[in-house]
């Protein structure tokens, strides 16, 4: 997707946008017509017979589809595999670079996912558990490259140094502690954390330039990090399976019903001539649709997607491609959220490599719609609500007012206060170089837990079915950059006793060589991991040595509590 195609999606200069009355009025407006809308407009249709079968169909044309497809084509090559995606392109949402953060997802960087309990200390296992997912990425992606799967590596992944830079006393002492609490994992090496302003402009010149002399200022930078392109992957992937694999663009799925012999039988409609129908009969199902994918679960009629609600959120960004501003920034920086504010919603000044250019991307800033996808209906809310989610929906609307009072100051906001916004962190930013950009939606799970009700969840989930014909992946960030890792679980789940076997413990191996090990727990296995990977996918920054690491450093005996906090992820 050219950046040209979404220029109609920048907001006027002096555009209020939506207003807080519209935004609550058009939530309250969506509620009413929830229940009414699902019962007109239920059921499904039902062909009389497939047109062929096929061992696994794939819903959905993005990163998480074809990363399973293709981890399937190896572990079982006599398989056979069709794709059904309703746009004309496969990696037109999420997966789309334009239309997601591309942050290399690794923890090195995201605050919030080292949080600091009532006693001080920060906790550091959510940050752990993230980036040893990205080491499995890292080793999955060069084994593709290795395959010839995967072309070039500088057009999906590049060396992009990681940083963070805040202001004022208590969040250097915050930042302190994170640092000083990261040194007992070898996965965080090699981070450095300086208060020298001066240093600071070495590392990223113009968010230094004009900013007042006396201002504190602190920032980290670790060397590891990396800018991904999911939309390269993710067509690189599809142009592989589509040697042996029928890919259906341009066709969305309104059927999926059960056959007597366990199958499913899945129907999708042209969308340019909905009078051609294409019918299969397939042993598994697995639903990457990414927003879509909820409404999609609850077509199959399991069990299991009775306990799922979703909650939409978008982002945009302020962009530019002046080669005169990104020349002069080689980093993702990231700050710390405003008080108040979803600790998802820190903003970052990110480099990014998109169709072959470098741009800077600053946000985000939250966007609210009725949409599933960027290309959905505004229906979508209508029709993924069902009696078993209207109550944990509207339970998480009450208790988590502080997110629809964020979300409705965000859509208040004018370009002009989202320039200013950058100014904080760019201080001579000018208006003319920057431009507003609607990126992806993401459908955040709200699940019905027992004795809780409904409860807004971060992260991503794989549901799974009782008979284990059905899997899909709900949920949103930390999402594409960890896909290999979260395609690897989906398959312990769906196929326990293949995944155990010696067949598939072997090719396993082969593309994840650290399966079934936590390099945390192995710095030497890490500096392996990371020498190879680095070589094969030509990072260009060096990694690190182990030198920093300090064992059993970040060991608390009574570690406090973490204050819970309303989150989005955007």
């Known amino acids: 997707m050219s950046q040209a195609a979404n220029n109609n999606a920048a907001a006027p200069a002096g555009s209020k946008g939506v207003s807080r009355r519209k935004f609550i009025g058009a939530v309250v407006g969506a509620a009413a017509v929830w229940g009414g809308y699902s019962v007109f407009f239920g059921g499904q249709f039902r062909a009389d017979k497939a047109d062929r079968k096929v061992d696994v169909l794939l819903i959905g044309g993005g990163i998480m589809s074809a990363t399973l497809g293709v981890y399937l084509t190896e572990l079982e090559p006599s398989w056979t595999f069709e794709v059904f995606e309703r746009l004309d392109k496969v990696a037109e949402e999420s997966s789309n670079g334009w239309n997601n953060a591309g942050t290399g997802h690794s923890a090195l960087c995201e605050l919030n996912y080292t949080p600091m309990d009532d006693k001080g200390v920060v906790h550091i296992n959510q940050a752990i558990g993230i980036n040893e ?61 300086t208060t020298d302003p001066a240093k600071i402009k070495e590392w990223i010149p113009i968010m230094m330039e004009g900013r007042k002399p006396d201002e504190m200022v602190t920032a980290t930078r670790s060397p590891l990090g990396t800018d991904v392109n999911l939309g390269a992957i993710t067509r690189q992937f599809y142009q592989h399976l589509s040697q042996k694999s029928k890919i259906s663009t341009g066709h969305e799925v309104r059927s999926i019903t059960r056959n007597d012999d366990g199958s499913w039988r899945v129907s ?116 993924a609500t069902t009696p078993s989610n209207i109550i944990p929906q509207l339970q998480v609307g009450a208790h988590e007012f502080a997110l629809v009072k964020y979300l409705a100051q965000q859509l208040e906001l004018s370009k002009e206060e989202k320039m200013a916004a950058l100014r904080h962190y760019m201080p001579e930013a000018k208006d003319e170089d920057w431009r507003l950009w609607q990126a992806g939606q993401r459908v955040q799970i709200i699940k019905n837990i027992p004795d809780q009700g409904g409860v807004l969840k ?107 906090v309303p989150d989005i992820a955007l």
């Open 133 to 193: 997912n990205f080491q499995i990425s890292r080793q999955f992606w060069s084994h593709q490259v290795r395959k010839g799967v995967l072309g070039n590596p500088r057009e999906f992944i590049n060396s992009t140094p990681h940083m963070n830079l805040v202001f004022g006393p208590e969040n250097r002492e915050f930042i302190r502690k994170r640092v000083a609490a990261l040194k007992a994992s070898p996965l965080f090496a090699g981070m450095e954390m």
């Open 268 to 383: 999708a409609f042209d969308i340019k001539d909905k009078s051609k129908v294409q019918t299969i009969d397939a042993g598994h199902i697995f639903i990457g649709a990414g927003g879509a994918a909820l409404p999609l679960l609850q077509l199959s009629g399991i069990h299991e997607a009775k306990q799922y609600g979703g909650f939409p959120v978008g982002g945009e960004f302020l962009v530019t491609d002046n080669p005169a501003i990104t020349s002069r920034h080689l980093a993702k920086v990231y700050g710390l959220a405003d008080t108040g504010s979803p600790p998802m919603s820190v903003p970052h000044l990110d480099t990014r490599v998109l169709d072959g250019k470098t741009v800077l991307l600053f946000g985000p800033f939250a966007t609210w719609s009725t949409k599933f996808l960027k290309n959905g209906s505004y229906f979508d809310i209508a029709k």
């Open 458 to 564: 971060l992260g991503t989930e794989v549901v799974v079915s009782e008979d284990r014909s059905v899997s899909a992946l709900l949920g949103a960030s930390p999402g594409g950059s960890t896909s290999p890792a979260i395609m690897l679980s989906l398959l312990e789940k769906v196929f326990p006793d293949r995944v155990k076997s010696d067949a598939w413990q072997a090719k396993i191996h082969e593309i994840v060589p650290s399966y079934g090990k936590k390099l945390n727990e192995n710095p030497q296995l890490l500096a392996t991991t990371w020498a190879a990977t680095a070589e094969t996918l030509q990072l260009t920054i060096a990694s690190p040595s182990l030198e920093t690491f300090v064992p059993g450093s970040a060991a608390v005996e009574q570690p406090g509590q973490v204050k819970k």
